[in-house]
Protein backbone atom coordinates (compact mmCIF):
# COMPACT_ATOMS: atom_id res chain seq x y z
CA UNK A 1 0.00 0.00 0.00
CA UNK A 2 2.98 2.55 0.18
CA UNK A 3 2.45 4.72 -3.08
CA UNK A 4 2.17 8.05 -3.77
CA UNK A 5 -1.68 7.68 -3.67
CA UNK A 6 -1.47 7.17 -0.07
CA UNK A 7 0.30 10.03 1.06
CA UNK A 8 -1.67 11.45 4.53
CA UNK A 9 -1.27 15.00 5.18
CA UNK A 10 -1.88 17.33 7.88
CA UNK A 11 -4.52 18.96 5.89
CA UNK A 12 -6.23 15.45 4.99
CA UNK A 13 -6.17 14.32 8.92
CA UNK A 14 -7.85 17.98 9.64
CA UNK A 15 -10.49 17.17 7.13
CA UNK A 16 -11.01 14.08 8.37
CA UNK A 17 -11.72 15.27 12.04
CA UNK A 18 -13.77 18.16 10.58
CA UNK A 19 -16.18 15.55 9.23
CA UNK A 20 -15.95 13.26 11.96
CA UNK A 21 -14.93 14.50 15.35
CA UNK A 22 -15.35 18.43 14.81
CA UNK A 23 -14.32 18.89 18.28
CA UNK A 24 -10.61 17.88 18.05
CA UNK A 25 -10.24 19.56 14.82
CA UNK A 26 -8.58 22.41 15.80
CA UNK A 27 -5.73 20.94 17.59
CA UNK A 28 -2.15 21.59 16.61
CA UNK A 29 -0.81 18.83 14.17
CA UNK A 30 2.65 17.32 13.26
CA UNK A 31 4.07 13.79 11.94
CA UNK A 32 5.58 11.68 15.17
CA UNK A 33 6.20 8.83 13.12
CA UNK A 34 5.91 6.59 9.86
CA UNK A 35 5.61 3.11 11.53
CA UNK A 36 5.15 -0.13 9.77
CA UNK A 37 1.63 -0.23 9.67
CA UNK A 38 0.48 2.97 10.48
CA UNK A 39 1.62 6.87 10.48
CA UNK A 40 1.35 8.35 13.57
CA UNK A 41 0.37 12.06 13.51
CA UNK A 42 0.83 14.63 17.12
CA UNK A 43 -2.74 15.87 17.93
CA UNK A 44 -2.13 18.72 20.28
CA UNK A 45 -0.03 17.88 23.49
CA UNK A 46 -1.98 14.96 24.92
CA UNK A 47 -3.24 12.95 21.89
CA UNK A 48 -2.38 11.33 18.37
CA UNK A 49 -3.84 10.49 15.38
CA UNK A 50 -2.99 6.81 14.24
CA UNK A 51 -3.45 5.98 10.32
CA UNK A 52 -3.10 2.76 8.15
CA UNK A 53 -0.77 3.17 4.98
CA UNK A 54 1.27 0.50 4.37
CA UNK A 55 -0.70 -2.82 4.48
CA UNK A 56 -3.90 -4.13 3.89
CA UNK A 57 -4.91 -5.46 7.09
CA UNK A 58 -3.69 -2.29 8.94
CA UNK A 59 -7.42 -0.69 9.65
CA UNK A 60 -8.45 -4.21 11.21
CA UNK A 61 -5.57 -4.29 13.55
CA UNK A 62 -6.59 -0.44 14.54
CA UNK A 63 -10.65 -1.60 15.63
CA UNK A 64 -8.98 -4.09 17.46
CA UNK A 65 -7.03 -1.76 19.46
CA UNK A 66 -10.19 0.53 19.77
CA UNK A 67 -12.43 -2.51 20.85
CA UNK A 68 -9.52 -3.57 23.51
CA UNK A 69 -7.29 -1.92 24.63
CA UNK A 70 -9.48 0.52 27.02
CA UNK A 71 -10.19 -2.59 28.99
CA UNK A 72 -6.71 -3.91 29.36
CA UNK A 73 -4.85 -0.42 30.17
CA UNK A 74 -6.61 0.19 33.27
CA UNK A 75 -4.57 -2.74 35.00
CA UNK A 76 -1.41 -2.31 33.38
CA UNK A 77 1.94 -0.43 34.99
CA UNK A 78 3.14 0.93 32.09
CA UNK A 79 1.63 3.45 30.45
CA UNK A 80 -0.36 2.67 26.61
CA UNK A 81 -1.72 4.82 24.19
CA UNK A 82 -5.60 4.39 24.63
CA UNK A 83 -7.98 4.66 22.10
CA UNK A 84 -11.08 6.88 22.48
CA UNK A 85 -12.36 7.74 18.66
CA UNK A 86 -12.95 5.47 16.02
CA UNK A 87 -12.69 6.86 12.42
CA UNK A 88 -14.68 4.97 10.07
CA UNK A 89 -13.72 4.55 6.09
CA UNK A 90 -15.01 7.82 3.89
CA UNK A 91 -14.49 8.82 -0.01
CA UNK A 92 -11.82 11.23 2.08
CA UNK A 93 -9.56 7.97 3.56
CA UNK A 94 -11.28 4.19 2.55
CA UNK A 95 -9.70 2.94 5.79
CA UNK A 96 -10.12 2.97 9.27
CA UNK A 97 -8.13 5.25 11.70
CA UNK A 98 -8.47 5.71 15.54
CA UNK A 99 -7.41 9.11 17.73
CA UNK A 100 -5.31 7.84 20.82
CA UNK A 101 -3.73 9.20 24.39
CA UNK A 102 -0.30 10.74 23.35
CA UNK A 103 2.63 8.97 25.20
CA UNK A 104 6.10 10.52 25.88
CA UNK A 105 9.08 8.91 25.44
CA UNK A 106 11.64 7.26 22.86
CA UNK A 107 11.27 4.25 21.02
CA UNK A 108 13.75 1.59 22.25
CA UNK A 109 15.50 1.04 18.69
CA UNK A 110 16.77 4.78 18.89
CA UNK A 111 17.72 4.92 22.87
CA UNK A 112 17.76 1.51 24.42
CA UNK A 113 16.97 0.47 28.03
CA UNK A 114 20.47 1.02 30.08
CA UNK A 115 19.16 0.70 33.60
CA UNK A 116 19.24 -3.21 33.73
CA UNK A 117 17.74 -4.03 37.25
CA UNK A 118 14.82 -1.26 36.77
CA UNK A 119 13.93 -2.20 33.08
CA UNK A 120 13.68 -5.88 34.03
CA UNK A 121 11.49 -5.23 36.61
CA UNK A 122 9.29 -3.33 34.80
CA UNK A 123 9.32 -5.16 31.83
CA UNK A 124 8.23 -8.31 33.79
CA UNK A 125 5.81 -6.59 36.05
CA UNK A 126 4.11 -5.06 32.79
CA UNK A 127 4.01 -9.01 31.20
CA UNK A 128 2.69 -10.47 34.23
CA UNK A 129 -0.22 -7.55 34.92
CA UNK A 130 -1.23 -8.68 30.51
CA UNK A 131 -0.81 -12.50 30.75
CA UNK A 132 -4.05 -12.76 32.15
CA UNK A 133 -6.32 -15.70 30.63
CA UNK A 134 -8.54 -14.40 27.55
CA UNK A 135 -11.61 -14.39 27.19
CA UNK A 136 -13.19 -16.75 23.87
CA UNK A 137 -13.92 -13.59 22.30
CA UNK A 138 -10.50 -12.44 22.38
CA UNK A 139 -8.59 -12.02 18.65
CA UNK A 140 -6.99 -14.87 17.42
CA UNK A 141 -3.27 -13.80 16.33
CA UNK A 142 -2.11 -13.71 12.79
CA UNK A 143 1.54 -15.92 13.30
CA UNK A 144 1.73 -15.14 16.96
CA UNK A 145 1.10 -16.98 19.55
CA UNK A 146 0.78 -20.54 18.79
CA UNK A 147 2.82 -23.64 18.36
CA UNK A 148 6.48 -22.73 17.41
CA UNK A 149 6.54 -25.78 14.98
CA UNK A 150 4.17 -23.35 13.41
CA UNK A 151 6.45 -21.41 12.00
CA UNK A 152 9.36 -23.44 10.90
CA UNK A 153 8.83 -22.67 7.12
CA UNK A 154 8.82 -18.97 8.36
CA UNK A 155 12.22 -19.61 10.72
CA UNK A 156 13.91 -21.62 7.97
CA UNK A 157 13.16 -18.81 5.30
CA UNK A 158 14.38 -16.02 7.29
CA UNK A 159 17.54 -17.73 8.54
CA UNK A 160 18.53 -18.92 5.03
CA UNK A 161 18.36 -15.01 3.59
CA UNK A 162 19.92 -13.69 7.19
CA UNK A 163 22.70 -16.52 6.23
CA UNK A 164 23.44 -15.23 2.71
CA UNK A 165 23.44 -12.00 3.38
CA UNK A 166 26.17 -12.14 5.81
CA UNK A 167 24.40 -11.20 8.68
CA UNK A 168 24.22 -14.55 11.04
CA UNK A 169 27.78 -14.26 12.39
CA UNK A 170 27.46 -17.98 13.94
CA UNK A 171 24.57 -20.36 12.03
CA UNK A 172 25.53 -23.41 13.74
CA UNK A 173 24.79 -21.82 16.93
CA UNK A 174 21.44 -20.02 15.79
CA UNK A 175 20.34 -23.35 14.65
CA UNK A 176 20.97 -25.04 17.63
CA UNK A 177 19.16 -22.72 19.59
CA UNK A 178 15.53 -22.67 17.72
CA UNK A 179 15.64 -26.72 17.53
CA UNK A 180 15.62 -26.51 21.01
CA UNK A 181 13.05 -24.52 21.24
CA UNK A 182 10.79 -26.04 19.04
CA UNK A 183 11.75 -29.95 21.08
CA UNK A 184 10.57 -28.21 23.91
CA UNK A 185 6.92 -29.04 25.17
CA UNK A 186 3.90 -27.05 23.67
CA UNK A 187 2.37 -24.50 26.28
CA UNK A 188 -0.30 -26.26 27.87
CA UNK A 189 -2.08 -23.82 29.56
CA UNK A 190 -5.02 -21.17 29.23
CA UNK A 191 -4.59 -18.59 26.26
CA UNK A 192 -3.33 -15.40 27.99
CA UNK A 193 -3.80 -12.05 26.48
CA UNK A 194 -0.25 -11.29 24.47
CA UNK A 195 0.71 -8.14 23.11
CA UNK A 196 2.33 -10.01 19.98
CA UNK A 197 5.15 -7.92 18.99
CA UNK A 198 7.37 -6.44 21.65
CA UNK A 199 10.50 -5.47 19.12
CA UNK A 200 12.27 -2.02 20.19
CA UNK A 201 10.31 0.20 18.33
CA UNK A 202 7.28 -0.25 19.69
CA UNK A 203 8.65 0.10 23.76
CA UNK A 204 9.63 3.58 24.66
CA UNK A 205 12.16 4.32 26.99
CA UNK A 206 13.03 7.24 29.47
CA UNK A 207 16.08 7.63 32.30
CA UNK A 208 17.66 4.17 30.79
CA UNK A 209 14.21 2.17 31.68
CA UNK A 210 10.99 1.74 29.73
CA UNK A 211 7.70 4.30 30.07
CA UNK A 212 5.51 3.07 27.68
CA UNK A 213 4.21 0.12 24.99
CA UNK A 214 2.96 0.56 21.44
CA UNK A 215 1.39 -0.72 18.96
CA UNK A 216 -1.01 -3.42 19.47
CA UNK A 217 -1.68 -4.53 16.15
CA UNK A 218 -0.93 -7.81 17.39
CA UNK A 219 -2.98 -7.98 20.28
CA UNK A 220 -3.82 -12.01 20.67
CA UNK A 221 -4.19 -14.81 23.29
CA UNK A 222 -2.28 -17.49 23.26
CA UNK A 223 1.51 -18.94 24.65
CA UNK A 224 3.20 -16.50 26.90
CA UNK A 225 6.51 -17.56 25.70
CA UNK A 226 5.67 -15.27 22.29
CA UNK A 227 6.02 -11.95 24.56
CA UNK A 228 8.88 -13.28 27.08
CA UNK A 229 10.90 -13.40 23.96
CA UNK A 230 11.18 -9.67 25.28
CA UNK A 231 13.67 -10.98 27.83
CA UNK A 232 16.42 -11.55 24.89
CA UNK A 233 15.23 -8.75 22.28
CA UNK A 234 14.84 -5.70 24.88
CA UNK A 235 16.85 -6.38 28.07
CA UNK A 236 20.40 -5.45 28.25
CA UNK A 237 23.17 -8.04 28.49
CA UNK A 238 23.16 -10.45 31.36
CA UNK A 239 19.63 -9.65 32.67
CA UNK A 240 17.24 -12.24 31.15
CA UNK A 241 17.84 -13.74 34.37
CA UNK A 242 16.60 -11.18 36.48
CA UNK A 243 13.46 -10.22 34.19
CA UNK A 244 12.48 -14.43 35.19
CA UNK A 245 12.91 -14.17 38.57
CA UNK A 246 10.33 -11.20 38.71
CA UNK A 247 7.89 -12.23 36.51
CA UNK A 248 4.84 -14.31 37.89
CA UNK A 249 3.69 -16.63 37.57
CA UNK A 250 6.83 -17.71 36.98
CA UNK A 251 8.23 -19.45 33.63
CA UNK A 252 8.81 -22.63 33.30
CA UNK A 253 12.10 -24.52 31.54
CA UNK A 254 10.04 -25.04 28.71
CA UNK A 255 8.47 -21.39 28.17
CA UNK A 256 11.85 -20.32 28.19
CA UNK A 257 13.33 -22.31 25.87
CA UNK A 258 10.29 -21.51 23.37
CA UNK A 259 10.68 -17.58 24.79
CA UNK A 260 13.74 -18.36 22.69
CA UNK A 261 12.50 -19.72 19.81
CA UNK A 262 10.62 -16.63 19.96
CA UNK A 263 13.13 -13.87 20.26
CA UNK A 264 15.19 -15.58 16.75
CA UNK A 265 11.78 -15.01 14.95
CA UNK A 266 11.81 -11.37 16.11
CA UNK A 267 15.41 -10.56 15.75
CA UNK A 268 15.65 -12.31 11.99
CA UNK A 269 13.22 -10.71 11.32
CA UNK A 270 14.70 -7.40 12.27
CA UNK A 271 17.87 -7.97 11.41
CA UNK A 272 16.21 -8.27 7.98
CA UNK A 273 14.41 -5.08 8.07
CA UNK A 274 17.53 -3.27 9.21
CA UNK A 275 19.64 -4.70 6.56
CA UNK A 276 16.92 -3.34 4.06
CA UNK A 277 17.32 -0.02 5.29
CA UNK A 278 21.00 -0.18 5.29
CA UNK A 279 20.62 -0.59 1.90
CA UNK A 280 17.70 2.60 1.47
CA UNK A 281 14.93 -0.52 0.44
CA UNK A 282 11.21 0.27 0.81
CA UNK A 283 10.06 -0.51 3.76
CA UNK A 284 13.98 -0.79 5.51
CA UNK A 285 13.90 0.98 9.40
CA UNK A 286 17.81 1.01 9.71
CA UNK A 287 17.37 1.29 13.58
CA UNK A 288 16.27 -2.13 13.81
CA UNK A 289 19.45 -3.66 12.47
CA UNK A 290 21.42 -3.08 15.81
CA UNK A 291 19.33 -4.29 18.80
CA UNK A 292 18.28 -7.07 16.56
CA UNK A 293 22.18 -8.20 16.45
CA UNK A 294 22.62 -7.79 19.95
CA UNK A 295 19.35 -10.44 20.66
CA UNK A 296 21.01 -12.62 18.10
CA UNK A 297 24.06 -12.73 20.29
CA UNK A 298 22.23 -13.11 23.34
CA UNK A 299 20.82 -16.04 22.65
CA UNK A 300 23.61 -17.58 21.23
CA UNK A 301 25.81 -16.81 24.12
CA UNK A 302 22.89 -18.23 26.54
CA UNK A 303 22.22 -21.61 28.12
CA UNK A 304 19.39 -22.55 30.37
CA UNK A 305 20.13 -24.18 33.69
Same mark, same amino acid.
Given at each position: ????????????????????????????????????????????????????????????? =?????????????????????????????????????????????????????????????????????????????????????????????????????????????????????????????????????????????????????????????????????????????????????????????????????????????????????????????????????????????????? =??
Amino acid at each position: MRSPENDITAELIRELLLDQHPDLAEYPLRLGARGWDNQLWRLGDHFAVRLPWATQFAGAL =LRKEHTWLPVLAPRLPLRVPVPFRLGEPSERFPRPWIVTTWLPGTPADLAPATNAAEAADDLAAFLAALHRPAPGTAPVGRDRGGPLINYVEQFTAMFTSATELGLIHDPDAVRAVWQDAVAAPDWAGPAVWLHGDLHPANVLTSHGTFCGVIDFGDLCAGDPACDLAASWTLLPDDTADRFYETYRPAADDPTRRRARGWALLRALTCVLIGDAGVHGCPGGKVTWGPPAQAALRRLVASS =LS
